[in-house]
């Protein structure tokens, strides 16, 4: 990922979301169906299509509390996400090496 900006935060419809999930998921279809990126984004081969962009909806996704209302309230964020199986996410704040654990 990289990084979760205020446009992140609406819908293509103009519609503010309020879960961090939606918001990863919409920062997901933002990068790769709207073209809409941020400078530190980077690309992914897990959430290229509108159906696998779908998972944030069902899957385990693990992050700090406080983590999540930052990605929440607004403002830009650089967060590296981890698909530790194909149903569990960890979401971390800062861009770090995948190969961390």
């Known amino acids: 990922m990289g990084n979760v900006s205020d446009k992140d935060r609406v819908t293509s419809k103009g519609v503010r979301l309020t879960k961090a999930r939606d918001i990863l998921a919409q920062d997901c279809a933002n990068y790769h169906k709207f073209k809409r990126r941020d400078a530190d984004d980077s690309s992914d081969s897990t959430f290229v299509k509108a ?13 700090d509390p406080a ?25 971390r704040e800062g861009l770090l090496d995948p190969n961390v654990g």
Not at 54 to 62: E, G, H
Not at 71 to 91: A, H, K, M, Q, R
């Open 51 to 63: 159906a696998d962009r779908k998972l944030w909806q069902s899957i385990k996704v693990d992050i």
């Open 67 to 91: 983590l999540e209302k930052k990605i929440i309230s607004g403002g830009n964020l650089e967060i590296t996400v981890f698909i530790l199986t194909e149903d569990w996410i960890d979401v």
